[in-house]
């Protein structure tokens, strides 16, 4: 909308205190997720003729005043009352086209929300749009409108699916006037929309608050009142039962093998999904019950369904005498019919006793997926004990798959800009795991790898410090975009753990960076078995665990797409290359990570597995060097190591001199390096220094 010709009334002064209110009333709600999820649900103010609303795409629960579109109200409620046709002739929508020419400032490329006509419809100062899912099982039961006249009388107006749009405006304009017609009472400030949701509207966002309380504990008795007098023939009344679901080491395992598959199966171009797993019983075990399975397959019931979560989920029946390695030809062949049958791939599988899989192009996006899905699921399984589920008729359906403001508002939700692309980085969309990732090298690798694009596993035996800095990351780069896992990497069942973590959150991996390492300095006739035992199970040991656990994930994603390659990579020294004296317990751990590099490139090339190692010089300044408690430099002034240095400063100062460039490795080389083999095509078991010169390969 920006550059064209505002409307030609003036803005007049801004309601400071009504946005106020407004805004605190949104974010309230929109941090619920009982009444909204996504980008779903809108929020206005009206004063002084002018409408103030929430932008397309934008959530409740992070708009803020300077987001809200102002619009003159009198051409919305024309457009309302006259007899133009929800498409106007040149195909545009009236009622985009109309709400451009009533801007009352420029909108800065926000575009207000596509139902804006029921906000200036309703005379009340404030009006709230939600999808409460206590509230939405009304909304989408077989029998809503007497159910909803049954639990809240005249106090709500009932409006029958109209499209959304000009449609839905005129069909609520029509349901008031025929209530007040009906009933002589003035028309209440509910609106209930079948198969959409809910608007409460008032002079107050204290009123606000105190109707959507009662709605939902209207809501909430009913159902009560309906699983005490269930009985057990009476359909999904237990749900929650344990024995539908798979025992733990089946369910590991089947994780294990469905989420990287899917990311693969589900792509659509060379960089795989993202994968994101629920356990939750409505997904598990509710999806298992008759009334369960018929809801899945029964279509969606809202247009915020389709739009975050797809109309058509794929339902995969894994029975107990199909082997996990057998489950991804299983996939395979459900996905060939999906597609066959919808024309598209699902965001959402779901397993019946096991969970649900949500897609997307980033964890986010997948992780909103199973969100609004698990809160249909619920609408669903409400609405049963409710009496039955309406789901929208395929018109109803199509049109909301079809219509530009919703892929518009998916769009603006997901964080893909107007060209269409994710955000660009040199590891956009894909999933990385780094060992020792707490703090130094490590903590910089991983780092980089979210603020390129990527997601990432800050794996380490220092949980909290992990813990603490991803949830930096996701501060600064975006929800989900990094996670933590505690990680002993001597421990087969802690790196076995931490793989399946990842595998839960993200659905596989495409980089492994080991780069966990220790160092203890010493004579080879003094050091103490105890470190020279610590440093080969680190640096040595903890490799060979992590790609133990890392590769059949990689092999899965390439069987499901041929011609896909995985990535590991080993942080290794310079000390690999060239020996180092009164320093042989790591430079034999190092000298042997590269010997495993080299035999895994050997064996895992076929299964579209890259190998490589970097062997950095030293990295001076990070804690392995510099820590004044127990770094390399107190260790190696300790241990006479550098023949006349007094201080610390002697001993840098001499590892300095050795490196033709004069300083030691940084983080940048490294990351360089990564980026270098993951780019690389056609190169695997190579040992590539990263050492400014001071190692030279001949």
Request: charged fraction near 20%; hydrophobic fraction near 45%; glycine fraction near 10%.
């Amino acid at each position: 909308m920006s550059g064209q010709q505002l409307h030609r009334r003036d803005l007049p002064p801004t309601p400071v205190a009504t946005l106020a209110e407004l805004i605190d009333l949104a974010q309230r709600f929109g941090r619920d997720p009982e009444f909204a999820r996504g980008g779903g649900g809108n929020a206005s103010a009206k004063a002084d003729g002018v409408l103030y609303i929430k932008p397309s795409g934008v959530s409740l629960a992070t708009l803020v005043a300077e987001d809200l579109v102002p619009l003159d109200v009198e051409p919305l409620l024309a457009l309302l009352k006259g007899d133009e046709s929800p498409e106007d002739a040149s195909g545009g929508d009236p009622v985009l086209r109309t709400a451009r020419a009533a801007r009352l400032a420029e909108a800065g490329g926000r575009r207000p929300s596509v139902e804006l006509l029921f906000h200036a419809l309703l005379p009340e100062r404030f009006v709230l749009h939600t999808h409460p899912i206590l509230l939405n099982a009304v909304t989408c039961a077989a029998d809503g409108a007497n159910l909803a006249e049954r639990l809240f009388g005249d106090r709500a107006v009932w409006v029958p699916y109209a499209d959304p749009g000009l449609p839905l405006a005129r069909a609520i304009a029509e349901a008031r006037r025929a209530f007040e017609e009906r009933t002589g009472l003035p028309v209440p400030a509910v609106v209930l929309m079948q198969n959409h949701g809910v608007i409460v509207a008032a002079e107050s966002a204290a009123e606000i608050e105190a109707l959507s309380g009662w709605l939902v504990s209207v809501v909430q008795a009913a159902v009560d009142l309906a699983a005490d007098t269930a009985g057990p023939a009476d359909g999904p009344a237990d749900v929650a039962d344990p024995s539908s679901t798979l025992d733990r080491a089946r369910a590991h395992d089947l994780v294990d093998t469905i989420a990287p598959t899917l990311r693969a199966l589900l792509a659509a171009g060379s960089t795989l999904k993202v994968v994101t797993f629920d356990d939750a019983s409505l997904a598990a075990a509710f999806t298992a019950t008759l009334a369960g399975r018929g809801f899945v397959l029964g279509g969606p019931l809202t247009p915020d369904q389709i739009v975050y979560a797809g109309s058509w989920p794929m339902l995969v029946d894994v029975p107990d005498a199909v082997a996990a390695d057998d489950v991804p030809a299983l996939l395979g062949t459900c996905l060939d019919a999906h597609l066959a049958a919808q024309g598209e791939p699902p965001i959402i599988v779901v397993v019946p006793r096991l969970g649900l899989f949500a897609a997307g192009d980033t964890w986010a996006e997948a992780d909103t997926a199973r969100h609004v899905y698990l809160d249909a699921l619920r609408v669903g399984e409400v609405a049963l004990r409710l009496g039955g589920v309406r789901a929208l008729a395929d018109p109803e359906r199509a049109f909301i798959e079809a219509w530009e403001a919703e892929v518009y508002r998916r769009g603006v939700a997901a964080g893909i800009s107007a060209a269409g692309s994710l955000a660009s980085g040199s590891f956009a969309g894909r999933v990385a795991l780094v060992t020792g990732a707490a703090q130094g090298f490590g903590l910089a690798i991983a780092a980089d790898l979210v603020a390129q694009g990527g997601h990432v596993v800050l794996a380490d035996a220092n949980g909290p410090l992990a813990e603490a800095n991803a949830t930096d990351l996701c501060a600064r780069f975006g929800p989900g975009r990094a996670i933590a896992v505690t990680m002993n990497v001597m421990d087969e069942a802690s790196v076995a753990d931490g793989l399946h973590a990842t595998v839960e959150q993200y659905g596989g991996l495409d980089l492994l960076v080991s780069n966990a390492g220790v160092l203890r300095a010493g004579s080879v006739t003094a050091q103490p078995l105890a470190d020279f035992d610590l440093v080969t199970n680190v640096n040595y040991r903890g490799y060979f665990l992590a790609v133990r656990f890392t590769a059949p994930i990689l092999a899965r994603q390439r069987a499901a797409r041929p011609g896909y390659w995985g990535d590991i990579i080993e942080i290794n020294s310079k000390s690999g290359l060239t020996g180092s004296s009164r320093n042989s317990a790591y430079a034999g751990s190092k000298f042997g990570g590269i010997g495993l590099t080299q035999s895994f490139a050997l064996e895992l090339v076929d299964q579209g597995i890259k190998v490589n190692a970097i062997c950095p010089g030293n990295f001076f300044d990070g804690p392995l060097w510099s820590d004044p408690a127990n770094g390399l430099f107190v260790q190696y002034l300790r241990e006479g190591k550098v023949p006349g240095a007094q201080t610390v400063d002697d001993v840098r100062a001499f590892y300095e001199a050795k490196v033709p460039m004069r300083r030691g490795c940084s983080p940048a080389d490294v990351l360089r390096a990564i980026y270098y083999l993951v780019g690389q095509q056609y190169e695997t078991g190579q040992a590539l220094p990263v050492t400014g010169g001071q190692v030279m390969l001949s």
